[in-house]
């Protein structure tokens, strides 16, 4: 067990296993209490409350009121997650060992102490399920209880926020926490309190999904689509008039294309002065055209386009790519432009999460991520042991020369199963991946329930029926699912679910979560993954010089170098995707720093501090003390409030505005002995400091023009944006500067280096 190991960042949880024992113990006892006598032991709690450190009886109660309201009794294993989580540590739970039912238990400790509980969890469904399902378990503690969705209005989502016990997703608390940055009353705003967070799958919270930024924007001038650069790019063709690099992260036109396109465009001349928007237009396209690709990257969905989220392989809710690419991508499937945006202000997943004042969490595969989250949070992680021993049998991987003869094996597989009256779950890497194989499963006769990220309650449905006997199910990533897979009776005596995976995902973590799903509280199953040379997880990061000599007529390699050649891929890509996720950190690190010193002043002109809009003024008008004294008057302050704020919020959009672009180029600095990050900081606090004095200025002129029957910023020539939306930017999927970085470092991931291999 890792903690015995004293891994980083790991935790010997089972210290507290007598605590449990006793808490376990007392808990049975309990069931033979009144109703009275537990509501009395409810009241003394609500008069005292527990503390982490002795919370043995508290859990005791609350065990058995969750076997009268909920019909859960809660596990001597559960007992002493809750227990350990209580005291902030991360918990590593394997699936089907009852986190919901822990998430409860620990929600009710905190919210009885009177602290504000949000827990987190992996999609909307899930939140709205499980405060309905945990409502009659929180009221016996007298704790209210409320989801916050997506399809909430403004109202109703602030009057959930002032809930005991809030369930959502950390996108909601974000895109919330954004939109209480814009407000302009102290009293309106969403978010109440970001007092304690306990995140379910704290590890694809905070390691897959920590650098994606949420975004609060305003409309903006959109620009008509250019048919005629769309239709001309189009009719390129690829290693003549356009190279792809081979990592596929990078496309660029041969000189023979530059012309092919200016020839299209009417005789233009792509590299003059006047022509660089169209030229940037032209790499817009270039990457629509050869980088993104549907059913990988995105699936069309009636008249729009929605992004998949590549860790999970499952449509990205309210998700989309920087303006430019985003209406390239619309373009090239012939959609309407969605309306262009300016971003008014935006967050990391991660500085959501750090905005708690404590943080916890548990996951199936949280051990595996033990490091990373004590490197990024400061939080140790243990593994709690299973209620029942593991009966679930993991077979080696088959690996195959082509991922043809990868997927035949695997279907014969599949059909040898369901032959025996086994259920079967297929995990695959991307929707149009899950496609294939049910085609492929069709054609030997297998219908298949394919499940990649359409809906929501239809998942929980499929997922809760694919431990049916015979049943085969192909599905993509699944991690934050959030339902078991039952077996029925038939089932487990044909040997349970057989877990089959094709090929690996970037993350050893991300395979053990798709295993996860076979055993389940002593089930019996099986996993084995079918791999080929040709997976994503090989061509993207390696580039193998030799053929496998030992090979089967059905494609199978015999020869087991191929296999740590495999494995070594995989760690690359683990190695590529950290080294990724720090640079992005790193550069978002300073604009988080750079927006707290701005809130910090916006925060005390919304709050009329004492002697804020006098200091305001006197910056403002140093050298016009007849100015100053006209808008220090009662009836102007407000007026004067306002357009502090509006300027503030104005600086602030085109200071994000202008980092963003001095990111898309800061890769090149390497080219002069300089230090990207470095420069960047440089540029970004001269950035900084022009944002004050043009703050200042602004006001200025916005004041000394204003007329005496101004009374709101509109009777100033100043508006703020009609609509505001919120949504999820995805990185340029052709390359970052981190991506750039990224490219350099897969040398220097851990682990030998395999014979005739060059890295790509």
Not at 150 to 167: G, L, T, W
Not at 420 to 441: I, K, M, N
Not at 488 to 495: C, L, Q, T, V, Y
Not at 502 to 509: E, F, I, K, Q
Request: hydrophobic content about 40%; aromatic content about 6%; proline content about 4%.
């Amino acid at each position: 067990m890792r903690s015995w190991k004293q891994e980083p960042g790991s935790e010997n949880l089972l210290r507290l296993k007598r605590s449990a024992e006793n808490c376990y113990a007392r808990m049975i006892e309990l069931e033979a209490a009144t109703s009275a006598e537990l509501q009395s032991a409810v009241d003394e709690f609500l008069r005292y409350p527990p503390s982490p450190e002795d919370s043995t009886s508290f859990f005791a109660v609350a065990g058995e009121l969750a076997r009268r309201r909920l019909g859960l009794r809660p596990f001597g294993v559960q007992l002493l997650a809750a227990m350990n989580i209580l005291r902030g540590r991360v918990v590593d739970m394997a699936t089907g060992e009852g986190k919901t039912l822990v998430g409860f238990l620990v929600a009710a400790a905190y919210a009885t102490m009177g602290r504000r509980v949000h827990v987190l969890s992996a999609n909307d469904y899930l939140a709205e399920r499980d405060a309905e399902f945990g409502s009659a378990f929180f009221a016996s503690f007298g704790l209210s209880v409320s989801a916050v969705t997506q399809a909430m209005p403004r109202n109703s989502r602030r009057d959930a926020f002032r809930s005991d016990v809030v369930y959502a997703t950390v996108h909601q608390v974000g895109f919330d926490l954004l939109r209480d940055r814009q407000r302009t009353q102290h009293d309106d705003a969403i978010v109440e309190g970001m007092d304690v967070a306990i995140v379910d799958e704290i590890d694809a919270v905070l390691i897959d999904d920590a650098m994606v930024p949420l975004v609060i924007a305003g409309e903006a001038d959109t620009q008509a689509p250019d048919a005629e650069l769309l239709d001309a790019v189009r009719g390129l063709q690829p290693n003549v008039d356009y190279e792809v690099d081979a990592d596929g992260l990078a496309a660029s036109f041969t000189e023979k294309g530059i012309e092919s396109l200016e020839a299209a465009l009417g005789g233009l001349n792509l590299y003059d002065d006047d022509s660089n928007d169209k030229l940037t237009a032209a790499h817009l396209a270039l990457h629509a055209h050869a980088l993104v690709h549907r059913d990988i990257d995105y699936v069309v969905s009636g008249d729009r386009i929605e992004l998949i989220n590549t860790t999970r392989g499952r449509v990205a809710q309210r998700q989309r790519w920087p303006d430019g690419l985003q209406a390239a991508v619309e373009q090239k499937e012939r959609l309407p432009v969605s309306p262009q945006a300016r971003v008014l202000d935006q967050m990391l997943v991660e500085t959501v999460v750090r905005e708690y004042t404590t943080l916890t969490g548990m996951s199936g595969t949280a051990a595996e991520a033990a490091e990373r989250i004590q490197e990024d949070l400061d939080l140790r992680t243990g593994v709690i042991p299973r209620n029942r021993p593991l009966r679930r049998t993991d077979l080696p991987d088959r690996l195959f020369l082509t991922r043809s003869q990868r997927n035949e094996a695997a279907a014969l597989h599949v059909a040898e199963a369901r032959s025996l009256s086994r259920p079967v779950l297929v995990g695959t890497g991307s929707v149009r991946e899950s496609e294939e194989f049910a085609s492929v499963l069709a054609g030997h006769g297998i219908s298949a329930a394919v499940l990649n990220a359409k809906n929501d309650a239809e998942e929980a449905e499929i997922i809760a029926r694919s431990g049916t006997a015979g049943t085969a199910t192909v599905s993509t990533q699944m991690a934050g699912r959030g339902v078991d897979i039952m077996l029925d009776a038939e089932a487990s005596r044909a040997g349970g679910l057989l877990v089959l995976g094709l090929g690996r995902y970037d993350s050893m973590r991300l395979d053990h979560q798709l295993r996860g799903r076979a055993g389940r509280q002593g089930d019996p199953g099986e996993s084995i993954f079918y791999t080929s040379l040709e997976d994503p997880v090989v061509t993207e990061n390696l580039e193998i010089g030799v053929t496998p000599e030992r090979v089967s007529a059905t494609g199978l390699i015999e020869d087991a170098w191929f296999q740590e050649v495999y494995e070594h891929a995989q760690r690359v890509a683990e190695g590529k995707a950290l080294q990724l996720h720090r640079t992005t950190r790193s550069y978002h690190t300073v604009t988080d720093r750079h927006r707290a010193l701005t809130l910090r002043r916006r925060d005390r002109i919304l709050y009329d501090v004492p002697g804020a809009l006098d200091g305001l003024l006197d910056s403002i008008f140093p050298d016009a003390p007849g100015l100053r004294e006209q808008w220090i008057q009662p009836e102007k302050c407000e007026l004067l409030r306002q357009v502090a704020l509006y300027q503030i919020d104005h600086g602030w959009a085109d200071h994000l505005e202008h980092l963003a672009s001095v990111r898309e180029g800061i890769h090149l600095r390497v080219l002069g002995r300089q230090n990207p990050l470095d420069e960047f900081l440089i540029i970004a606090n001269e950035s900084l400091a022009r944002l004050e004095s043009e703050y200042l200025a602004r006001c200025a002129e916005t004041l000394g023009r204003a007329h005496d029957e101004a009374r709101a910023i509109e009777d100033l020539g100043l508006r703020r944006p009609s609509s505001t939306w919120t949504y999820m930017v995805t990185d340029n999927p052709f390359g970052s500067e981190a991506d750039r970085v990224a490219e350099f470092i897969g040398h220097l991931v851990q682990g030998k280096r395999p014979r005739a291999v060059r890295y790509v």
